[in-house]
């Protein structure tokens, strides 16, 4: 087997003021100048103007991936620190007001809002993308529909957005929610390969639904600009480990299913409605969730969920030198998520209305600045 499966990471950011623990919605242009002066060619705006994006460089291992965020995490910071800033990088911020916040000015931005309206203004949220290459001559639709059942497991684990306007939402992912008030985000339709991908986006654009540049937001999709999967599902993740360990995971998958003989064979309409009940489940409880993997089987625990995924994909995690992944996920539902912490920390307070909202974003500034 092939050693290599090269991947790309892109993580969110919500620039928060320390004193207030709110999200900014208009930062100063010399904080966002010292945003892109650390970020580099990584920077990207994002649709709100208090929140930026780092998409890295290409990754051949774990070990770069680290070396790299832990970087542009740690010196982000600390040169927002000297502006009294600092960033969040979670699912939503938990006291942000979408209400107040304002668009980026970048044509590609206004003509989503002007298109969606509040649907557009309501999505302060911030969500772990990760890209893994697909090689030359391997349908990456067919990839897909091997890695898709298997999404609400790192979505479970990544889920850390449980308060909406400062109060909690009943879910572990409500950015989750959010996301499926847009059009064509969520689960991808039922297609069988890529030439029938592009029948589909064919159509959209003929018929006036999507433009002739535009792609679709599901939860995982082929890339239009790279000859990748990009997974999309997962909330952004407080802890760079946390990350580290769903775009390994998700890297492991990749790699596992290019390899096969004919990957996608076996999924059906069936386990797509499994698929759609099962993110359902991850959204509202995710450590806690149960789930049903195929027809006429019982449903089993997120931890039973990693067994079976360590028994499909461990010979693949040993060939990319990835074999810990196992072992750390098991650490994530042991710590419990991040969902689970900040709803712990929000309860404990006195007042939990705003103080509690306060602490959650403590909580997150501290996770977010640290390194594995």
Same mark, same amino acid.
């Given at each position: 087997?092939?050693?290599?499966?090269? /991947?790309?990471?892109?993580? %969110?950011?919500?620039?928060?003021?320390? +004193?207030? !623990? $709110?999200? =900014?919605?208009?930062?100063? &242009?010399?904080?966002?100048?010292?945003?892109?002066?650390?970020?580099?060619?990584?920077?990207?705006?994002?649709?709100?103007?208090?929140?930026?994006?780092?998409?890295?460089?290409? /990754?051949?291992?774990?070990? %770069?991936?680290?070396?790299?965020?832990? +970087?542009? !995490? $740690?010196? =982000?910071?600390?040169?927002? &620190?000297?502006?009294?800033?600092?960033?969040?990088?979670?699912?939503?911020?938990?006291?942000?007001?979408?209400?107040?916040?304002?668009?980026?000015?970048?044509?590609?931005?206004?003509?989503?809002?002007?298109e969606f309206q509040i649907v557009a203004q309501r999505s302060v949220l911030s969500g772990l993308h990760v890209h893994a290459e697909i090689p030359t001559g391997v349908d990456r639709i067919a990839v897909l529909n091997e890695v898709l059942p298997w999404l609400p497991m790192l979505l479970a684990l990544s889920?850390?957005?449980?308060?909406?306007?400062?109060?909690?939402?009943?879910?572990?992912?409500?950015?989750?929610?959010?996301?499926?008030?847009?059009?064509?985000?969520?689960?991808?339709?039922?297609?069988?390969?890529?030439?029938?991908?592009?029948?589909?986006?064919?159509?959209?654009?003929?018929?006036?639904?999507?433009?002739?540049?535009?792609?679709?937001?599901?939860?995982?999709?082929?890339?239009?600009?790279?000859?990748?999967?990009?997974?999309?599902?997962?909330?952004?993740?407080?802890?760079?480990?946390?990350?580290?360990?769903?775009?390994?995971?998700?890297?492991?998958?990749?790699?596992?299913?290019?390899?096969?003989?004919?990957?996608?064979?076996?999924?059906?309409?069936?386990?797509?409605?499994?698929?759609?009940?099962?993110?359902?489940?991850?959204?509202?409880?995710?450590?806690?969730?149960?789930?049903?993997?195929?027809?006429?089987?019982?449903?089993?625990?997120?931890?039973?969920?990693?067994?079976?995924?360590?028994?499909?994909?461990?010979?693949?995690?040993?060939?990319?030198?990835?074999?810990?992944?196992?072992?750390?996920?098991?650490?994530?539902?042991?710590?419990?998520?991040?969902?689970?912490?900040?709803?712990?920390v929000f309860s404990a307070q006195s007042s939990p209305g705003l103080q509690g909202g306060q602490a959650v974003v403590d909580l997150l500034l501290e996770e977010s600045r640290e390194n594995p």
């Amino acid at each position: 087997m092939d050693r290599t499966q090269r /991947f790309g990471i892109e993580e %969110e950011y919500f620039i928060t003021d320390l +004193r207030s !623990r $709110r999200m =900014l919605a208009e930062p100063p &242009a010399h904080v966002l100048a010292a945003c892109r002066e650390v970020i580099g060619d990584g920077f990207s705006y994002e649709m709100f103007q208090g929140q930026v994006e780092v998409a890295s460089p290409v /990754f051949d291992d774990a070990a %770069e991936a680290a070396t790299y965020l832990g +970087r542009v !995490r $740690r010196e =982000l910071s600390q040169a927002l &620190a000297g502006y009294g800033l600092g960033f969040i990088c979670s699912g939503v911020h938990p006291l942000a007001d979408w209400r107040a916040q304002r668009a980026t000015p970048q044509v590609h931005f206004q003509r989503l809002f002007e298109e969606f309206q509040i649907v557009a203004q309501r999505s302060v949220l911030s969500g772990l993308h990760v890209h893994a290459e697909i090689p030359t001559g391997v349908d990456r639709i067919a990839v897909l529909n091997e890695v898709l059942p298997w999404l609400p497991m790192l979505l479970a684990l990544s889920v850390s957005s449980p308060l909406w306007q400062g109060q909690p939402s009943g879910y572990c992912s409500y950015r989750q929610v959010v996301c499926d008030e847009w059009p064509r985000m969520g689960i991808p339709e039922f297609l069988s390969d890529e030439q029938s991908f592009e029948q589909y986006l064919g159509l959209l654009k003929r018929s006036g639904a999507l433009a002739k540049d535009a792609n679709v937001w599901w939860g995982c999709r082929p890339s239009l600009s790279y000859r990748t999967l990009e997974l999309r599902m997962t909330d952004a993740c407080p802890r760079l480990s946390d990350a580290l360990v769903l775009a390994g995971l998700f890297r492991i998958m990749i790699k596992h299913a290019c390899q096969m003989p004919a990957p996608g064979s076996q999924y059906s309409l069936e386990r797509l409605w499994l698929l759609k009940e099962n993110r359902i489940r991850a959204r509202r409880c995710g450590h806690h969730g149960c789930f049903t993997l195929a027809p006429d089987t019982e449903a089993i625990s997120l931890e039973q969920w990693l067994i079976l995924a360590e028994q499909q994909f461990g010979e693949t995690a040993r060939v990319l030198g990835e074999d810990v992944v196992f072992d750390h996920a098991r650490q994530m539902l042991r710590d419990g998520s991040s969902a689970e912490r900040q709803l712990r920390v929000f309860s404990a307070q006195s007042s939990p209305g705003l103080q509690g909202g306060q602490a959650v974003v403590d909580l997150l500034l501290e996770e977010s600045r640290e390194n594995p």
